[in-house]
């Protein structure tokens, strides 16, 4: 009898400081990881929905173009008199008016 009482003392329950261990591990998760990066997305999409004709973009590759046509997935570039298509998603920033022409 006596064996079963400290066995049952030497037991935990999962509620104890485990689960406030794995609680704290899951909210600094979420606000160092997942809160931070869905906020990237979130004003990547905005900047892309706002792109309009005259543009100064850089692409994901690098290339520094200004923009002549826009349809819904695709803008039709221009870059030192070579005009391209590139995807929308491929925009990684917009560049003030007048930096092409200041390289």
């Known amino acids: 009898m006596i064996e079963t009482e400290i066995l049952t003392a030497q037991t935990s329950s999962f509620l104890g400081p485990q689960?406030?261990?794995?609680?704290?591990?899951?909210?600094?998760?979420?606000?160092?990881?997942?809160?931070?990066?869905?906020?990237?997305?979130?004003?990547?999409?905005?900047?892309?929905?706002?792109?309009?004709?005259?543009?100064?973009?850089?692409?994901?590759?690098?290339?520094?173009?200004?923009?002549?046509?826009?349809?819904?997935?695709?803008?039709?570039?221009?870059?030192n008199d070579v005009q391209f298509i590139i995807k929308r998603d491929a925009v990684s920033s917009i560049l003030p008016k007048g930096t092409i022409n200041s390289i």
């Open 19 to 79: 689960f406030i261990l794995l609680l704290g591990f899951i909210a600094v998760m979420y606000f160092l990881i997942i809160r931070p990066q869905n906020k990237r997305i979130k004003s990547q999409q905005e900047m892309i929905a706002n792109l309009t004709v005259g543009d100064e973009i850089i692409s994901s590759g690098g290339m520094v173009c200004t923009i002549s046509k826009i349809t819904d997935d695709f803008l039709t570039v221009r870059a």
